[in-house]
């Protein structure tokens, strides 16, 4: 996927052409949820359930949609040199209400052990400049 994000910002002339599909925005989002509850070092059951959680509903997805789901999320989050290649896809075909929902989301997941850990809340943060939702 970062492979396509970058093939994509090199490509100036295709840029408003070509889009990504709905898999691969699910693929983001997943990324980006999987890495929430991984950065602070530990994936607790409750927050692995609450992505699952978050997830399903978001997509009413199958048992077997949600286990691929997540096993491509995590794939690319772990593959991923960064934030940035999920974020920019979300940019391009999500509007500002869809990425506020993303990440409130990402909230939700940061709470779900019942602490926002600092290596959260700093994810949080950046996400929330990636997603380009900084108010001034």
């Known amino acids: 996927m970062f492979d396509r994000v970058m093939d994509w910002l090199a490509d100036e002339p295709l840029r408003h052409e070509q889009g990504f599909d709905d898999h691969e925005i699910r693929v983001c989002v997943a990324a980006l949820f999987y890495h ?8 607790a059951a409750v ?32 593959e991923s040199a960064g934030l940035f290649p999920f974020t920019v896809i979300l940019n391009r075909q999500l509007d500002t209400e869809q990425r506020w ?3 409130n989301q990402l909230k939700q997941l940061a ?8 290596l959260e809340q700093g994810m949080l943060d950046h996400v929330k400049i990636l997603l380009k939702l900084e108010t001034d």
């Open 36 to 43: 929430m509850i991984a950065v602070d070092g530990e994936v």
């Open 47 to 78: 927050e692995r359930e609450q992505l699952r959680r978050q997830l399903s509903q978001r997509y009413q997805l199958s048992d077997s949609q949600l286990a691929t789901l997540e096993q491509e999320g995590e794939a690319n989050d772990r």
């Open 101 to 103: 929902r993303v990440y």
């Open 111 to 118: 709470l779900a052990d019942g602490t926002v850990h600092d």
